[in-house]
């Protein structure tokens, strides 16, 4: 559940154990908070403390925008108070206040080959245009907004004596407002529409795959509510705002209060020197079973 990593590659990198750390793919992003919630459930059910209907959800695609459980999670958010989402806390500890919004775009240009030396004239170059996009692109980034544009992966061309007839690139977009995915798109729209390199076409696939967290008045209450139970459980709780998205975009655009990234602790996330703080994982099992009979 949850990992980057391909088949076999636990084979490679096993789980260890080596002072307070636990090491292993995947192993707090989020193998260890899936352990957690059923930990805090079997506790929590043998000591009949429940007094409200729990969904409890577990979905493979996550690290993919959730593209095939996305209708679900909807579907569930619309029905849901409250949203704890277990995404594993930051290295430091923080919990994750706010998220952005992410948007994915791949852009496809077509032009006509034509031999650079002989036929120049008749070719239409689309890394020509390719490149006009790129710049005008990155000028979208706006940091004081939080909007960030970047053009990540750029393929084309076939020969360096050929005008190239074939150009892709793949762009990673975050927000953190509706307007401004709004805006982005609308941007991009109107450079296909105002194409500079004649004889060339555009396709774009793509857009919002995860809507923006922002912070409102509820979700300010619930992180309120987490403070105090960190409190009572010995736990210094504090935030931190986030670039990245998770499934706490999704139900929270449906209406669900989301408090996010209140899993265990640890590092080097996505890498294969991933680790897991054992120190943490106690802390955290006092907080979320807290906080669960304090919301039920």
């Known amino acids: ?8 590659e636990t084979k490679k990198v096993p789980f260890k154990i080596k002072d307070n750390r636990a090491y292993g793919l995947g192993i707090v992003d989020m193998k260890s908070s899936l352990l957690l919630i059923y930990y805090v459930m079997k506790a929590l059910v043998k000591e009949n403390r429940l007094d409200a209907a729990i969904c ?22 619309k029905k849901s108070r409250y949203a704890l989402i277990l995404e594993p806390a930051r290295s ?41 996009w790129i710049l005008e692109l990155h000028e979208l980034t706006d940091y004081n907004k939080g909007t960030t544009v970047n053009v990540g992966i750029v393929e084309g061309g076939v020969s360096s004596n050929v005008v190239c007839p074939k150009a892709s690139c793949d762009v990673d977009v975050r927000v953190t407002s509706i307007e401004e995915a709004k805006k982005i798109d609308n941007a991009i729209k109107d450079l296909k529409n105002h194409v500079s390199t004649e004889g060339v076409t555009v396709d774009i696939e793509g857009g919002l795959k995860r809507p923006p967290m922002p912070m409102n008045e509820e979700r300010e209450e619930l992180q309120h509510i987490v403070e105090e ?6 736990i210094d709780v504090h ?8 499934d706490g975009n999704i139900v929270a655009s449906v209406g669900a209060v989301v408090v996010d990234a209140i899993g265990p602790t640890g590092g080097l996330v996505h890498n294969k020197k991933e680790y897991l703080e054992i120190d943490s994982i106690e802390p955290s099992f006092k907080l979320l079973k807290k906080l669960i009979q304090r919301l039920s």
């Open 1 to 8: 559940m949850d990992t980057v990593f391909g088949k076999g």
């Open 56 to 77: 409890i959800v577990f979905n493979s695609d996550e690290e993919i925008s959730s593209i095939y459980s996305r209708n679900l999670l909807e579907e569930l958010g």
């Open 92 to 132: 430091n500890g923080d919990f994750v206040a706010t998220r952005k919004g992410v948007m994915k775009y791949h852009i496809g240009f077509n032009g006509v080959a034509s031999h650079s030396g002989n036929k120049h004239q008749e070719g239409k170059s689309a890394i020509q245009e390719l490149a006009h």
């Open 229 to 234: 139970v960190g409190e009572e459980v010995g």
């Open 239 to 246: 935030w931190t705002d986030a670039g990245g998205g998770s």
